[in-house]
């Protein structure tokens, strides 16, 4: 009996060094306090059927996090993405705005707005957007940011839920962004704009 009593030690730290091998890269528990209000708050959300638990809704707010680069948040209400500042803006705004531009314009301004975005993306993330097949990054990006949901098939790029309702602004936001050039194709939602092969030069 007493010959065994030496060897504990040992065969403890065994066993803690295979409980440490397996745990190594799995999930780890996390304890997170709460405050009473942010309790309620969570406990709302999930009783109203908006969210389905507290670690879905923990790993949705981490994917927005990412993906809008939250973490160059400055201060409340200014965050950077990148080399742009990005701001929450009603859409009622933008059409006000939209509602005193010519609408033989609605293509150029968009073209440009593209543009800035192209480079923005392009410096901040070092996707070059007109590569097609980084086409679905940027659309995520768009996505999460609020511009609507965009998807490709064949030759067609598809709009569901534009927060602009004028299909040539978004030909010409497209335009700009992707580097290519397309015709408008169903002028409400799901906006549809078809992608023209380029002209060979000689």
Known sequence: MLKDIPSM?????????????KNDGSARRTT????????????????????????????????????????????????????????FVNVELINIFIQHVAKEEYRAIGREMGE????SIEATLGIQTAEREKWQDVFKRL???????????DKYILLRTPFISEPEIWAGFLEGLLDTNLD?????PPLVFQ??????TH
Not at 50 to 75: A, Q, T
């Open 32 to 87: 997170i306090i709460l405050e009473k209000e942010e309790r309620e708050f969570i406990d709302s959300l999930i009783k109203e059927g908006k969210e389905p638990g507290i670690k879905p809704l923990i790993s949705k707010m981490l994917d927005v996090y990412r993906s809008m680069m939250i973490y160059d948040w400055r201060f409340p209400g200014e965050y950077y993405c990148g080399i742009s500042r990005v701001a």
């Open 143 to 153: 996505r999460v940011q609020g511009f609507g949901d965009f998807y490709t098939k």
């Open 195 to 200: 992608i023209k092969e380029k002209a060979e």
């Open 9 to 21: 030690p040992d065969d403890r730290e065994k066993k803690l060094e295979e409980i440490m091998k």
């Open 116 to 119: 800035a975005l192209r480079v």
């Open 184 to 188: 408008v194709k169903a002028s409400s």
